[in-house]
């Protein structure tokens, strides 16, 4: 089972991952991970990735894609995979497709989790942190963490301008990529504004058509 999913900032993708994670025995990818790793392991890509993110600039799509095809030759992909935060663009997603079919596979499903931005907004500006045991949680809890104890904080990108900031170029860089994996026939928008259980039970469902 080979997956891509979309959706913006603060919309549950990362919960969505976990429990597909869980159900099908599949590694969840980001881009996050695969800069983190490359950089650590000091591979030829994560090296010439370092120049770019050290100046401050974004890295190239080909090195992106380059990164991502290192990462999806591994043999823990080979049942499967779930990438998250990948491809951002219809240019990525040709080359992703294009590297896929190289090694006679596709992406069987791309999973859209929608939440209205309102909501998102409302979400991520009142999300906490702990600063001890990092475990999230929102304002209402207060200001300690009732599971440790730890002083419960606000993330600097959480506030309220730079949330509708993200969730604006996700739009943008979005919208194209939404376009292609429709004319694939095999985007699957989900209500994201549900329990988790209830969303949980669409995103099986769509993963098993």
Known sequence: MNIVLLGAPGAGKGTQAKLLVEAYKIPHISTGDIFRAALSEGTPLGLEAKKYMDAGELVPDQLVIDLMDERLSQEDTAPGFILDGFPR??????????????SGRVIDVALSIDVDPEVIVKRLSSRRTCADCGRITNVDEGEVCVVCGGKLEQRADDNEATIRNRLSVYAQQTEPLISYYQAKDILVAIDGDRPVETVWADVKAACER
């Open 89 to 102: 663009t219809a240019a990525q997603a040709v080359a992703l497709d294009e590297a896929l079919h190289a």
